[in-house]
């Protein structure tokens, strides 16, 4: 059995400020995308469920948290 480990990244909107998150959309097909904070790789993960992480990026999309 192997094991899939995260490919994490950042969206090319963030800027280098600090205040940026990596996913790892890589295991959606497994149910979940872990989240992390950039500035702590070797911090928490937070794995959100692979439909929830995508209806979140489907309201923002649609502009339903308003603009930043």
């Known amino acids: 059995?192997?094991?899939?480990?995260?490919?994490?990244?950042?969206?090319s909107y963030s800027e280098n400020g600090g205040q940026c998150i990596e996913v790892a959309t890589n295991l959606a097909s497994r149910g979940v995308v872990p989240v992390r904070d950039s500035?702590?790789?070797?911090?928490?993960?937070l794995n959100v469920a692979a439909?929830?992480?995508?209806?979140?990026?489907?309201?923002?999309?649609?502009?339903?948290?308003?603009?930043?």
């Not at 500035?39 to 993960?45: E, H, I, T």
């Open 1 to 11: 059995m192997t094991t899939e480990s995260p490919h994490w990244f950042k969206s």
């Open 39 to 45: 500035k702590n790789p070797s911090g928490p993960v």
């Open 51 to 68: 439909d929830a992480f995508a209806s979140f990026v489907a309201s923002i999309q649609a502009g339903e948290f308003g603009s930043v």
